[in-house]
T-cell receptor, first 114, second 114 residues
Framework: DVKVTQSSRYLVKRTGEKVFLECVQD?????MFWYRQDPGLGLRLIYF???????EKGDIPEGYSVSREKKERFSLILESASTNQTSMYLC?????????????FGPGTRLTVT | SQQGEEDPQALSIQEGENATMNCSYK?????LQWYRQNSGRGLVHLIL?????REKHSGRLRVTLDTSKKSSSLLITASRAADTASYFC??????????????FGKGTKLSVKP
């Protein structure tokens, strides 16, 4: 059974703190993604990675960075958290094998920055 | 960039009724996918329809695809309270590309009343 896990379901951080969100998949997928989801705005892609040590900016990368040192793990870093980064963060992975790219999502991390 | 757009934004029905949601997209695609999201959780892949298919069934789900109109519909028959969720369509950002990015619509929020 495919599985994507995220390090926390709920997280509360203070403005200016460095925040790490971790995502692990056990499906040997090449592609991994970080989205944020806000009411009325849908899912917005922050960063994605299609291979170890590779990363590409998505639609809203400002204020975020990522790290992919191992194939199964993709970390999202908020260098200095701000209140406008309060959101639901979703990690996903997909395989390039079929060329169809179904994405498998983690349960999400609801981050609150105060 | 906005690719898929669902319609309606919200739908409220009684248990046992059918629910129909529509999705329109803009560019050429090789497949279209539907996902479900229960409140506060990650998205779950429901069904994928390839561009050379017109209709696909999975249990109580029926998906149609009209590539000439660039539209798709998701029908849930004999709905249950447990079907209450948001439903998203997604299409590949880069037809024929290798990176597997999907563009998600903003979703239809379905409420099934017992």
């Amino acid at each position: 059974d495919v599985k994507v896990t995220q390090s926390s379901r709920y997280l509360v951080k203070r403005t200016g703190e460095k925040v790490f969100l971790e995502c692990v998949q056990d499906m040997d997928h090449e592609n991994m993604f970080w989205y944020r989801q806000d009411p009325g705005l849908g899912l917005r892609l922050i960063y994605f990675s299609y291979d170890v040590k590779m990363k590409e900016k998505g639609d809203i990368p400002e204020g975020y960075s990522v790290s992919r040192e191992k194939k199964e793990r993709f970390s999202l870093i908020l260098e200095s958290a701000s209140t406008n980064q309060t959101s639901m963060y979703l990690c996903a992975s997909s395989s390039t094998g079929t060329g169809l790219y179904e994405q498998y999502f983690g349960p999400g991390t609801r981050l609150t920055v105060t | 960039s906005q690719q898929g757009e669902e319609d309606p934004q919200a739908l409220s029905i009684q248990e046992g009724e059918n629910a129909t949601m529509n999705c329109s997209y803009k560019t050429s695609i090789n497949n279209l996918q539907w996902y479900r999201q229960n409140s506060g959780r990650g998205l779950v892949h429901l069904i994928l329809i390839r561009s050379n298919e017109r209709e696909k069934h999975s249990g109580r789900l029926r998906v149609t695809l009209d590539t000439s109109k660039k539209s798709s519909s998701l029908l849930i028959t004999a709905s249950r309270a447990a079907d209450t969720a948001s439903y998203f369509c997604a299409t590949p950002e880069d037809y024929g590309g290798s990176q597997g990015n999907l563009i998600f619509g903003k979703g239809t929020k379905l409420s099934v009343k017992p």
